[in-house]
């Protein structure tokens, strides 16, 4: 069974290979939930997570600064998923910008790094629910067997404090 810290590794790495994330605003009533890419800069496991956007989109407009938000996350094999909250802001931090920049992210701006729909948020992560998922055929083989799945699903989830 899979520590919480061998658990967060585990998402960890997942993100910095699937970089898919839906990204959403943790406000009553808001739907907004994007999917969006995301990146992580050099070795910093914990954040911060980097998301390239533009300044039109009605997730950009409708921050007010420094605001609650959370990802949802699973990973390409649906091997691991999770909740991640945290807090969302606008950061065109220049630096930043240069050390992220790729052929990836340039595809989706005509003016390059100068382009002025740019946004590059900053999501600071504070908890994460993790889950491994159970493959049903495992389950059931090990229920036969008189094998609690309950008990062995529990062992594959993690509440961690990030921040």
Avoid: C
Avoid at 106 to 115: H, L, M, P, R, V
Wanted: no cysteine; net charge negative.
């Amino acid at each position: 069974m899979p520590t919480p810290n061998e658990l967060e590794a585990k998402l960890w790495k997942a993100l910095r290979s699937d970089m898919t994330v839906m990204l959403g605003l943790d406000r009553s009533g808001d739907n907004l939930l994007r999917p969006m890419t995301v990146q992580l800069d050099g070795d910093a496991d914990r954040g911060p997570l980097w998301i390239f956007s533009a300044s039109d989109t009605e997730l950009v407009k409708a921050l007010t600064g420094s605001e609650s938000a959370f990802m949802s996350f699973a990973d390409k094999g649906h091997d691991l998923f999770a909740r991640i909250n945290g807090t969302l802001v606008l950061d065109n931090d220049r630096a930043v910008i240069d050390r992220l920049w790729n052929r990836f992210v340039a595809a989706w701006y005509e003016q390059g790094k100068d382009d002025p729909k740019l946004a590059l948020l900053r999501f600071d992560p504070r908890q994460a629910e993790i889950w491994e998922n159970e493959w049903s055929l495992i389950a059931g083989i090990q229920l036969l067997f008189g094998s609690d799945p309950k008990k062995d699903y529990a062992d594959k989830t993690a509440n961690i404090r990030l921040a």
